[in-house]
């Protein structure tokens, strides 16, 4: 009876084990020590940090096409006067040293000046303070489905850095002539040279919220203006916490977006977005698989998440080697908008309008002319369809499970099995080594005489 009930149990324990390792589908794990940054660096884990109070409604956020928008480019007959930026000098990456400076003044064939880009603008290399310059860029931006320009501001509180006053004369011209482009500002400089102050970073952001977040144009989100941080991994999560919460405090309230990827990092800024992925494909990493889990992050955090595409990369006129991400008849580009969509994300950042220096524009040029418009009229119109689909609607990777659905609880319970079949098999084993006495049920006399005879060497019964 009692090996029976003992079968009993270990057959139990082996269906059940077997049928919840068939349905158990095991969580990528996504807290810990390891945070993935929007560089693709790895950062130290800090202390915990809190949720923010503030939320966003995320079936209210519409869904947008933006790009990255660089407006530090100036000529001489322009307004800005001078070259700058087309003049770009040439580096040493390995050294960090200056070994050379274009010259926009020479001309490198017919009609083409030596400029520091690897492609060159059909415009020519224009002044971004020409309002001729703006509204034409506006104009074929808006045609391809771009609804805003994030800004790269490098700008202080001054109010006289090149950056700045460009973004405030691209905003007038914008609102004067009523072209409907949205701007918002990608917070910059953070990561050049020494670690800058907080109090620094505490004033250019109170600057940049008070000088442009009450404008009509500018993007907000449920009436708070939003903000791109780049580096943000410069600080960590707690001095981040401490800098929003001073500004907060000083009456600039706005909605910080960060472009480091950790859980900490999620914890304290509004919302997640990245700049480029060209350190992933130029490592030959799987940028869906990447994507996606930006994707899962946001959601998990309820935060909206804006992820960048790629025409192709080319920075060899500036930087000594350089990288090059070969564009591949916008193959590169069909690739990170495919990531895109596949990562859920409300917004997609094109990556970039006009950073020539490292050959990221879809901008027109002599080399493309507008064909990297053309594909991003037809990714945005694509993009969009996906506005119904509610992002909580989305199959989430990681779902917390229940102690006894994950792996080191059916690893016990098999190791405790196979404990459980080793010793019945020796029991069994045991029991058939025992010998066993026939019984004589019509002579008892008979049983005790053999029982004696087989354990007390007693002379046998002879048999009658």
């Not at 589908?25 to 945070?35: E, L």
């Not at 000046?113 to 506006?138: C, F, M, Q, S």
């Not at 700049?275 to 930006?294: G, K």
């Not at 019984?439 to 053999?450: E, G, Q, V």
């Amino acid at each position: 009876m009692k090996l029976k009930v003992i079968k009993g149990m270990v057959l139990t324990l082996f269906l059940a084990s077997m049928l919840a390792l068939t349905f158990n589908i095991q969580p990528v794990k996504t807290t810990g020590t390891i945070y993935i940054l929007g560089d693709a660096s790895v950062d130290p884990p800090t202390a915990p940090i809190s949720e923010p109070q503030r939320t966003i409604d995320l079936l209210k956020l519409p869904r947008l096409v933006m790009a990255f928008y660089h407006d530090w480019y100036g000529n001489t007959t322009g307004p800005t006067g001078e070259w700058v930026h087309w003049n770009h000098p040439i580096w040493d990456t390995r050294t960090g040293e200056e070994i050379g400076r274009h010259n926009p003044e020479t001309f490198i064939s017919p009609n083409l000046r030596d400029i520091g880009a690897a492609n060159y603008p059909t415009l020519g290399p224009y002044d971004n303070r020409d309002p001729e310059v703006i509204k034409w860029h506006i104009k074929l931006a808006l045609e391809a489905g771009i609804d805003v320009f994030i800004i790269d501001w490098w700008g202080d509180t001054t109010g006289e850095e090149l950056t700045d006053v460009n973004m405030e004369t691209m905003m007038d011209v914008n609102e004067e002539e009523d072209l409907g482009m949205k701007f918002l500002i990608l917070f910059d400089g953070l990561w050049i040279g020494p670690r800058r102050p907080t109090d620094e970073t505490i004033k250019r952001l109170e600057y940049v919220i008070e000088k442009y977040g009450s404008r009509p144009s500018y993007l907000k989100i449920q009436g708070f203006p939003v903000v791109f941080i780049y580096s943000a991994s410069v600080y960590s999560p707690a001095t981040w916490k401490n800098i929003i919460n001073k500004i907060i405090g000083d009456g600039y309230n706005a909605f910080l977006f960060g472009d480091a990827f950790s859980e900490e990092y999620a914890k304290v800024f509004d919302g997640l977005q990245n700049y480029s992925p060209s350190v992933w494909i130029d490592q030959n990493q799987n940028l869906t698989n990447i994507y996606l889990e930006y994707g899962y992050l946001a959601r998990a955090h309820k935060e909206p998440l804006g992820l960048a595409v790629l025409p192709g990369y080319d920075d060899t006129k500036v930087r000594r080697p350089g990288m090059v991400i070969p564009r591949e008849n916008g193959a590169i580009y069909n690739a990170t908008w495919k990531a895109v969509f596949a990562s859920g994300c409300q917004w997609a950042l094109i990556c970039s309008w006009n950073e020539w220096h490292e050959g990221t524009e879809i901008e027109p040029s002599v080399e493309y002319g507008d064909f990297y418009l053309n594909l991003t009229k037809y990714y945005s119109e694509h993009f969009r369809l996906l506005e119904d689909v509610p992002v909580e609607m989305r199959p989430p990777l990681k779902e917390e499970v229940p102690f006894w659905m994950q792996w080191w609880f059916w690893a016990i319970v098999e190791t405790g099995i196979a404990v459980l079949a080793i010793a019945v098999y020796f029991l069994k084993k045991r029991k058939a080594s025992t010998p066993t006495v026939p019984a004589h049920k019509d002579d008892p006399s008979r049983n005790m005489a053999l029982i004696n005879d087989k354990f007390y060497n007693y002379t046998a019964i002879k048999s009658s």
